[in-house]
């Protein structure tokens, strides 16, 4: 008897001492919940390139209509973090901002619906990869685009710029925001080299664009091959327990990292890749989520902080090896979407085994390890440039897909580029489908 009493207070003692240690590191999250209570995404560093067009006040849309007090009214504002901002100022780009420009009277144009929303977290030499990506998407679009960059304050002039510097023709086919780069105070710079420069942005988008329901994520390094809005509608797939997706980290577990080096969970078999990550934030911010921190549910921006805390010594990819943590104590949270939609060098640097893609070509396309700027994988770098290289309006087949189809056929000493068909097999319906529409309208018209 009286060695369950011993392990009685044994255990009772432990518990207490667990929540104490739990307690000690919620209590900066939860001093700070009431300044991120305040972010508000949708009115931060504004930037739309839309200085023609009144962007539609609806939850969800890059951009806001006039306030009716002018451009001077923004001038005068001071340099602040934007979530100490009251919701009706510009925010701290404001002077790049079309809500304080003059306008027309149209509207931006929006196919079906509200269109996609993507976004993408940039810092250091990122510019010009953001960039390609994001003419990637516009190129195959049929919806309209609201994109969200979250970028270093000094590359905020030079993305605004590039951006009004497209075709007037493409103009009505995107809108975009610019935002700051923006962490918590407490551990702000801890976050920030986290992994690559500012790629733990992504964990705190759902708090941050309060306003907005769903949300694609993608890495600078990405290229879409097919329409946004086709991945986009992967939403539609979930089960009322699914607030995210994202694509395994490898398919084959010989050559996976996680299984055979991770000091921390990970989600199922080889864990999962967050270079494409796609959200129902509206989901992420209403769940109360499992966790190793304490012996209760916490939700989203009370779980962060602790988690770090916990794993930082035992994680190499940063913001990744946190979601694979969080979703190791959830599963059920997390809907996994085939290989072809993140495409890496991974699944053909050894041979092929993307069987997905193998059957219905790549969808998206991963540039990580930096294969779009080196020579170690030919045929990455081969549709990158290709896409750099292509001016919008000219005939994507004659100028982007036979380009592309040439310098392919020049990768083949390597494995990437022997499957390298699988890269143009999805590319040449989506310019298929673009050119038959533009007949289509020029018919009409």
């Known amino acids: 008897m009286r060695c369950y009493l011993h392990a009685f207070l044994?255990?009772?003692?432990?518990?207490?001492?667990?929540?104490?240690?739990?307690?000690?590191?919620?209590?900066?999250?939860?001093?700070?919940?009431d300044e991120w209570g305040e972010i508000d995404g949708g009115t931060a560093g504004r930037a739309s390139h839309h200085s023609g067009h009144v962007l539609r006040k609806t939850p969800g849309l890059a951009g806001l209509g006039d306030r009716g007090e002018g451009p001077?009214?923004?001038?005068?504002?001071?340099?602040?973090?934007?979530?100490?901002?009251?919701?009706?100022?510009?925010?701290?780009?404001?002077?790049?901002?079309?809500?304080?420009?003059?306008?027309s009277g149209?509207?931006?144009?929006?196919?079906?619906?509200?269109?996609?929303?993507?976004?993408?977290?940039?810092?250091?030499?990122?510019?010009?990869?953001?960039?390609?990506?994001?003419?990637?998407?516009?190129?195959?679009?049929?919806?309209?685009?609201?994109?969200?960059?979250?970028?270093?304050?000094?590359?905020?002039?030079?993305?605004?710029?590039?951006?009004?510097?497209?075709?007037?023709?493409?103009q009505g086919e995107f809108t975009?925001?610019?935002y700051p780069i923006t962490f918590p105070k407490e551990n702000a710079n801890e976050w920030k080299k986290l992994f690559k420069p500012c790629a733990s942005q992504r964990l705190f988008l759902p708090l941050i664009l309060k306003e907005v329901d769903s949300l694609l994520y993608v890495d600078t390094d990405i290229l879409f091959l097919q329409p946004v809005e086709n991945i986009y509608a992967l939403l539609s797939h979930f089960n009322t327990k699914h607030l995210a997706a994202m694509a395994p980290e490898h398919e084959e577990p010989r050559i996976g990292w996680y299984n055979r080096f991770a000091r921390h969970p990970y989600y199922g078999k080889t864990g999962i890749?967050?270079?494409?990550?796609?959200?129902?934030?509206?989901?992420?911010?209403?769940?109360?989520?499992?966790?190793?921190?304490?012996?209760?549910?916490?939700?989203?921006?009370?779980?962060?902080?602790?988690?770090?805390?916990?794993?930082?010594?035992?994680?190499?990819?940063?913001?990744?090896?946190?979601?694979?943590i969080i979703f190791y104590h959830n599963p059920e949270s997390l809907y996994v979407f085939p290989c072809q939609w993140n495409y890496r060098p991974d699944h053909c640097i050894y041979g092929s085994n993307c069987q997905q893609a193998e059957q219905e070509g790549v969808f998206i396309l991963h540039g990580n390890r930096g294969v779009y700027h080196n020579d170690k994988q030919p045929a990455f770098r081969a549709v990158y440039e290709a896409i750099k290289k292509y001016r919008f309006g000219e005939n994507m087949e004659t100028s982007l897909l036979q380009p592309l189809e040439a310098s392919l056929q020049t990768t083949t000493s390597t494995y990437c580029g022997r499957v390298s068909h699988l890269f143009t097999k999805r590319l040449k319906q989506s310019i298929s489908s673009v050119l038959q529409e533009k007949r289509m309208e020029n018919t009409s018209n």
Request: charged share 25%.
């Open 106 to 170: 149209s509207v931006a144009k929006d196919h079906h619906g509200e269109g996609s929303h993507l976004a993408v977290v940039a810092c250091g030499p990122r510019l010009e990869e953001t960039l390609i990506m994001l003419k990637s998407a516009l190129l195959f679009s049929k919806k309209l685009l609201h994109f969200y960059i979250f970028a270093e304050d000094e590359l905020h002039d030079s993305f605004r710029d590039e951006l009004e510097l497209w075709p007037r023709t493409f």
């Open 273 to 324: 890749n967050s270079g494409v990550m796609l959200m129902n934030m509206t989901r992420i911010r209403e769940k109360f989520f499992q966790n190793s921190m304490a012996a209760f549910p916490l939700k989203w921006e009370e779980m962060l902080m602790p988690l770090l805390q916990k794993y930082k010594l035992n994680i190499t990819w940063g913001d990744q090896d946190l979601l694979n």
């Open 176 to 178: 975009f925001t610019i």
């Open 72 to 103: 001077e009214r923004c001038k005068s504002l001071s340099v602040k973090p934007y979530w100490r901002l009251p919701a009706d100022v510009c925010g701290e780009n404001c002077l790049l901002e079309s809500s304080c420009s003059e306008r």
């Open 10 to 33: 044994l255990c009772v003692v432990v518990t207490f001492l667990s929540l104490l240690y739990v307690f000690s590191q919620l209590a900066p999250t939860l001093e700070d919940r």
